[in-house]
Each structure stands twice: as structure tokens, then as C-alpha cells.
């Protein structure tokens, strides 16, 4: 398992393994893309409402681009960790799926670090020794996307190289929602019998009109409608890392990682405003009518707005992000009195520094078209019984330190044990810029832990292998979930932050055991199969609260036990010219304890508490997932083959209770082909969503009787990403 030293055979936990040529099959510039097929238990909900922008879900815990949305996975480029430092989020956008060489995703190990709750992402990215010759893919097809992504490596002796550059645009199926792609990957390496280093550098430019969900009722009237734009994010990363090994004796090998990593991330997002026209007509108040809204004079804000404006407001903000760190690890594999062992013993230090900036600008929204235009006023420091907004300045300092230890003992032929843990300390320090006193950002937060690993793995037949294990892992609350977490003083969350009083880590505990075999049956017919159960329960959980006041105000808080448990089941089959493959993975992801929270606007149940009790399923976390794939070679130059996705139900985002309806579960059928028009040129096309499905990704409510609201019309108060409709893609693949 990449990362770690150890054989995927030896690892007493489900382990998926996705290669450079299934990432390479796939025409989406998305790596996500790739593990929605290939992954039993991942599935995505798009909270941003683009695909080209997608959140990872793996067993019920996130890793997405979102920030303020609680994340659960640690996810690693070339071993450094790329979880964002401000915010633990994860920009997949960055990695381009040519340039991958393998990926593992792997359940909770705490020797990956914070926030493996739910289990860790590995991406070895390709080099010159990995991959040689060049190739270039361009593809056209559907809402506008062109796209275009070249690759070449070079062996010379001891030395080799390997660059990749790709780039994409398309409109979107819905309005207003373009997306820009630029990316390169570059690795330069030198490898002997004793060492190997490798200096590689990683950019991205990319730009997201990110519309978000849209209200069932627009949706009805235009599959295509959006709801409050603009909504866009701007990012550019840049990150350049060293990783070397060199064998210190036969058995004994030392590897180290250091890193540089730079972040832009520019946010815009219209939105209903808490502002209204004050009692008295000239002035501007918030939604009590008496409350001043100040500007960024500290002077109450005049009223600009023409008589019977609809108002609203754009909220802006910006994370500036430079990070550094390095890992130092050593693996021996000395038997142990005679048995086959691998001790891995490493330590890691990662630190950064964010500079956060936010503000928001009054405008109105166009009654058609629902656009936001600003009007030049903008919120200054407000804080009322309406919750808190105005101007954030923030910088924040980030300390991770790790050290992990685990050996892995061949006990007996066919009995393998795992042992190993890993100790976690986090140093989280903000400094408000603007504000001191009640209100403050300004504070220093700690935490450490230490989260042990044991399991095992045992050979029941040469071609059947059985595996269980006990693991923890921890994650420290984030910058940004420090930065809100006062119900007194709840804030626009990801835009205003307000105060920083202390949470708790989260900790989380799983078991799992499971069957795994391959057998090469008669008849050049191999079969592969796995069967796994597991459950993590998460103690001190944190969740993304609606405010008393509700509307766009939040807070972040500690809410007790959750659990995730589930089945998963796997079988590829190949014969001949024939391959398939299907998977099933069911997960029941609950609260386990009693919460009382505020409803969201726009809930159907009503205005009164939401009581969540023990049993209660965690919003915007399907059950159900069936993934099915059959590819058959027609004759040696042409393939064809198809996949079918279908994902289950799951509750509407602030329906913790589960006291209404839930969004409805879907299925999509994708097909596929391969043409090799000579040795050197291949043609391939993709159709997506074959019958034209219309379905919904994920769901929430939003108030339908606001001043924006109140434009949409009708009585439902559901909002949703609706999901692609048929898309057809076709491409040219040459290599050189």
C-alpha cells in the first residue's frame, strides 16, 4: 500500500486499487469520475452543482471542495497531504487523471494521519521509469466541452522524466455554469541500485461557475435554471515536493518527502439578504425592521434601493494559503526469528499559513433571471440579535506533527498481524486583524492523540484470504470551524466569522473484517471477488448548525455520536474477450445521540425544534449504491462496453429528524467504445446518461418567502442539483 511499505495482500482491511489505465479509459478531466465506477461505497452529491468541481464520498464521510463542510478523508499526492490547510477541503480539480499512476483508497488507518475518519486517498502520480512515449487526447462533445491533454516520459539510463499538460472548457448544462481547466504535472528522476529521487511540480488554474442548488419549482419550469447567481469560485495552486529512498543495507530502506505548496482561492456567492428597508424608508435595517445595518463606515447604511428593489447580496471571499512540511520514514524488513516482517517507523511535519479576507456587498436580484447586482454599499461590523456579518480579516497558522509506527509480522504462512499506531498533535493559532474583545477570532488552539491500529489477515485457502481489524483516528476542528463556532454569535458560514470558542477533536473508531480471492478458473476465465463489514463511530462529531435566526446564518458545534456501518461486495469476471464487474455497498450512516437543532428555512415541518434521536440517518448520505460494468472486444481493434450506476435515496440536508420525503434514489446507464484506427490512433466516444434520466444529486430547503425566495413562486420549498442529462463525447487519442 503506497505510503506505508506494505504489500496490499498483507493489509488486514478493504483496500481498492485503481491503475493508470482505467483513469486513462475515462473522458472526464474529474478523478472522481473514475472512482464513482470503480468504488463500491464512493458516490458524490456535487454540493457545488458543477462536475467538473465534485466532492469524493466514501463510506459516509467527505472530501470535497466545499469549504465548511466537515471532512473525513486525508487524501495524498506523491505523499504529501493536499487536505487544504484552512479548511481540510479538497480541490480533486488539481490532479489530472492522465498523470496518475495508481491510486489506492483505503479504509480508516490511522497511520494516514488527521482525518482519516473514514479512510485516506493515495495518489502516486507517473514519472519517466513508469511511463514512456508521448500521447496526445483530444476530445469535443456536449454543452460546449473541449478539452485536449498531452503526456510524454523518458527513460535515459539512470535518469528519466515526465511531463503532462491538459486543459478544458464547457458551458454546462445549466445556465451560467462554464468551467476552465488548466493543469500541468512535471516530474524530473534519478534512480540506481542503492536510491531513487524524484523533484516534481504540480500547477492548476482553474475557474468554476459553481451554481449550486436550484429550487424543485425552477427546475420544473427549466431543467437548466440556477438560483441566485453569481456563484463562482477562482482558484490557482502551485506545489513543488522532493521525495527520495535510498537502501541503508539490504533490508533497511530510509524516505523522506519535503513541499512547498501555494493556494488562491477566490469565492463569489449571490445570496437573499437579512437586510431590509427600515421602518423609516430612508435607511437600511435588518429583517426586525429596527436592527441598523452598518456600513463599512460604521454609519447606518442609507437605503439607495428603488421603491419595491428586491435586495440581496453578494458575499466575497478569499484564501491565500502557503504550506510546507516534510516526512522521514524507515522501513526494515529483517525477519523476525525467522519470520517475514515489515517495520515501518516515520514521523511528519506539515505547517501553514492562510490569510483569510471577506466582505459583503448589498445589491439587488433581477426578478427574471435571479442575478445579483451589487450596488456599491457594503456591510461593516454588525453584531444584533440577527446574528453577526461584516468584514473578516484572518491569518492563521497551521502545526501538524505526526509520528507513526507499524510493523506488519508474518506470524505463521498463512496468519499475517498488524500492529502500529500514530501519535497526532495539531497547533491551530487565529489572529483577528480587525477585531479585538467579544468577538474576537483571535485565539491558540491544541490538540493531540494518539490512535492505535491492530488487525490481521489469514490465508483460509491459497485463494481466499480473510482480514479483521480495530483501528482510531482523529481530526482537529479546522481554522474555519474555530472561526464559527458561537451560537450566540452565529456568522455567514465559509464568509463571516465571528468568535472562536474551543471544539472538541473529532474521534472516530472502526472494525472491520472481510473475504477476499482471485482464481483463475478453466477456460482462461479469472474471477475476483470481496465481501466486507465495518462500522465507525464517531464521537464528538461536528456539524454545520442553523442559527436560531436562520436564513444564511450558522454556527459549528460538537454534536456527540454518529456511526457508519455498512456491507460491501465486489466480483470482476474476465473470459477471453469478455470482462464485468459489479459491486454493491450499503451504508446506514446515524446519529447516536439526542440533539435538539434549529430547523432551516423553508423546512416543511415547521418552525419548531428538530429533535434527533439515536436511529436518526445523517442527511445526504445514500444507502444504496450498485455499480455494474461490461466491456467486450469485438475484434482486435474495436471494444464496446457500458456501466450502469445506481444510487439509492437519501434525507434532504436539514432533515435530521427525517420527518419529510426524501429525494428520490436514481439510475444511469453510460456506454462506451474504442476504435484503433491504426497502431498509432485511436478514436472513442462516450455517451453519458443514455435515456436521459432527470434526476437529483442531493437536496435541501431554502425560504421560499424571502424577498429572493418569494420570486420563485409556488409552495415547495425543496432545492436540488439536478444531475447531467444525455451527453454525447468523442475523441482522438495518438501516440507518438
Known amino acids: 500500500m503506497t505510503g506505508t511499505g506494505v504489500e496490499t495482500s498483507r493489509i488486514p482491511a478493504a483496500v481498492n486499487k485503481i491503475d493508470a489505465k482505467q483513469f486513462e479509459a475515462q473522458s472526464s478531466p474529474s478523478v472522481v469520475s473514475t472512482m464513482l465506477i470503480n468504488v463500491p461505497s464512493v458516490s458524490s452529491t456535487n454540493e457545488s452543482g458543477n462536475s467538473f468541481e465534485p466532492d469524493l464520498q466514501f463510506r459516509g464521510f467527505l472530501a470535497t471542495p466545499i469549504t465548511g463542510t466537515p471532512i473525513g478523508l486525508a487524501v495524498y499526492q506523491n505523499g504529501v497531504r493536499i487536505n487544504e490547510a484552512f479548511g481540510d477541503n479538497v480541490h480533486w480539480d488539481f490532479i489530472p487523471p492522465d498523470a496518475i499512476h495508481v491510486m489506492d483508497i483505503v479504509t480508516a488507518n490511522p497511520i494516514f494521519g488527521l482525518n482519516a475518519l473514514g479512510g485516506a486517498v493515495v495518489v502516486q502520480m507517473k514519472n519517466g521509469f513508469t511511463y514512456q512515449g508521448a500521447e496526445n487526447d483530444f476530445v469535443v462533445g456536449s454543452f460546449g466541452r473541449v478539452q485536449d491533454s498531452f503526456q510524454w516520459g523518458k527513460q ?145 447604511l442609507p437605503n439607495l434601493f428603488p421603491e419595491g428593489a428586491v435586495l440581496g447580496q453578494i458575499d466575497r471571499n478569499s484564501t491565500r494559503t502557503n504550506g510546507w512540511g516534510g516526512t522521514l520514514q524507515i522501513t526494515d524488513t529483517a525477519k523476525l526469528r525467522d519470520m517475514d516482517n515489515t517495520f515501518v517507523l516515520g514521523a511528519s511535519l506539515d505547517m501553514a499559513g492562510s490569510n483569510f479576507n471577506a466582505n459583503s456587498e448589498l445589491g439587488t436580484a433581477d426578478p427574471d433571471t435571479l442575478v445579483i447586482t451589487g450596488n456599491g454599499q457594503y456591510l461593516g461590523y454588525t453584531t444584533s440579535d440577527e446574528g453577526s456579518i461584516g468584514p473578516v480579516k484572518l491569518r492563521t497558522r497551521n502545526t501538524y506533527v505526526g509520528v507513526y509506527a507499524l510493523d506488519t509480522l508474518d506470524v505463521t504462512k498463512k496468519f499475517t498481524l498488524t500492529l502500529g499506531g500514530r501519535f497526532n498533535f495539531a497547533n491551530i493559532d487565529l489572529t483577528d486583524l480587525l477585531q479585538t474583545g467579544p468577538g474576537s477570532l483571535t485565539g491558540d488552539h491544541q490538540y493531540a492523540r494518539f490512535n492505535p491500529v491492530i488487525g490481521g489477515t489469514y490465508k483460509i485457502t491459497p485463494d481466499v484470504v480473510g482480514y479483521a481489524s480495530y483501528s482510531e483516528s482523529n481530526r482537529a476542528p479546522t481554522p474555519l470551524e474555530l472561526g464559527c463556532s458561537d451560537p450566540n454569535l452565529p456568522c455567514v458560514i465559509d464568509t463571516f466569522l465571528v468568535s472562536d470558542p474551543n471544539l472538541d477533536q473529532v474521534v472516530s473508531r472502526t472494525v472491520e473484517l472481510g473475504l477476499r480471492g482471485k482464481t483463475n478458473l478453466s477456460g482462461n476465465q479469472t474471477l475476483g471477488w470481496k465481501l466486507g463489514l465495518y462500522r465507525t463511530d464517531n464521537s464528538n462529531d461536528i456539524l454545520n448548525v442553523v442559527a436560531p435566526i436562520g436564513m444564511t446564518f450558522g454556527y459549528f458545534a460538537n454534536v456527540g455520536k454518529t456511526r457508519r456501518e455498512g456491507i460491501e461486495a465486489a466480483v470482476n469476471y474476465t473470459k477471453g474477450d469478455w470482462s464485468a464487474f459489479a459491486s454493491y455497498a450499503y451504508v446506514d450512516a446515524t446519529y447516536q445521540s439526542y440533539i435538539t437543532l434549529n430547523p432551516p428555512s423553508g423546512d416543511p415541518a415547521g418552525d419548531e425544534p428538530i429533535q434527533v434521536v439515536p436511529g436518526d440517518h445523517i442527511s445526504r448520505i445514500p444507502a444504496h449504491h450498485f455499480k455494474l460494468g461490461v466491456d467486450y472486444k469485438v475484434n482486435d481493434k474495436w471494444t464496446v462496453g457500458g456501466n450502469v450506476l445506481a444510487v439509492g435515496s437519501q434525507n434532504f440536508g436539514g432533515d435530521e429528524s427525517n420527518e419529510n420525503p426524501k429525494l428520490p434514489g436514481y439510475a444511469t446507464v453510460d456506454l462506451h467504445t474504442t476504435y484503433q484506427i491504426t497502431k498509432n490512433m485511436q478514436f472513442h466516444a462516450e455517451i453519458e446518461n443514455l435515456f436521459n434520466t432527470k434526476y437529483y444529486l442531493n437536496g435541501t430547503y431554502f425560504d421560499n418567502t424571502s424577498s429572493v425566495g418569494s420570486l420563485v413562486g409556488g409552495h415547495n420549498t425543496d432545492t436540488v442539483t439536478p444531475g447531467k442529462p444525455f451527453a454525447v463525447y468523442a475523441g482522438l487519442k495518438v501516440t507518438f
Open 156 to 300: 535515459d539510463g539512470n535518469y528519466a522524466a515526465y511531463f503532462a499538460i491538459d486543459g478544458a472548457y464547457e458551458n454546462g448544462f445549466r445556465e451560467r455554469s462554464s468551467s476552465t481547466i488548466r493543469r500541468l504535472y512535471g516530474d524530473v528522476g534519478y534512480k540506481d541500485e542503492q536510491s531513487e529521487i524524484h523533484l516534481n511540480v504540480t500547477a492548476a488554474d482553474n475557474f468554476f461557475n459553481a451554481p449550486a442548488t436550484t429550487p424543485v419549482e425552477l427546475l420544473k419550469r427549466d431543467y437548466s435554471a440556477v438560483y441566485t447567481t453569481p456563484q463562482s469560485d477562482d482558484l490557482q495552486m502551485g506545489m513543488i515536493s522532493l521525495q527520495g529512498n535510498t537502501k541503508l543495507s539490504d533490508t533497511r530502506t530510509l524516505a523522506g518527502t519535503l513541499y512547498y505548496r501555494h493556494l488562491s482561492d477566490k469565492h463569489v456567492d449571490g445570496n437573499d439578504t437579512d437586510v431590509q428597508v427600515c421602518d423609516d424608508p430612508t435607511l437600511l435595517c435588518f429583517t426586525d425592521g429596527t436592527t441598523p445595518a452598518i456600513g463599512s463606515n460604521g454609519q447606518q
